[in-house]
Nanobody, 124 residues
């Protein structure tokens, strides 16, 4: 499975961005897809995930601001990010994995495939 993340950019605080993660080469509809982010000098952090059944999960700091969704017909997962804050600045990466259970969604090692990152910069 190959993953291609896109949609990052520079935005002012309070603004919005929509990230996309396009997949190819595998049974996309059976995969859980997650978004992670890593800021300079910090560890990779779980942001959100959507399971094969479209159930969604978020880290507390983005609940109510970010929305993850999937379009199986396009083999694409989206991350709509609203009310962006400077602390959201990071490189965002998408990842996919099969047969993930809910308790493991936030762990990078649970995922089998990773896309390249896309930079999100939020200015104050």
């Amino acid at each position: 499975v190959q993953l291609q993340a896109s949609g990052g950019g520079l935005v002012q605080a309070g603004g919005s961005l929509k990230l996309s993660c396009a997949a190819s080469g595998g049974p996309f509809r059976t995969y859980t897809v997650g978004w992670f982010r890593q800021a300079p000098g910090k560890e990779r952090e779980f942001v959100a995930a959507v399971r094969w059944n479209s159930n969604t999960y978020y880290t507390d700091s983005v609940k109510g601001r970010f929305t993850i969704s999937r379009d199986n017909a396009k083999s694409t997962v989206y991350l709509q990010m609203n009310s962006l804050k400077p602390e959201d600045t990071a490189v965002y990466s998408c990842a996919a994995g099969a047969r993930l259970i809910v308790s493991t969604l936030s762990y990078p090692t649970s995922y089998d495939y990773w896309g390249q990152g896309t930079q999100v910069t939020v200015s104050s």
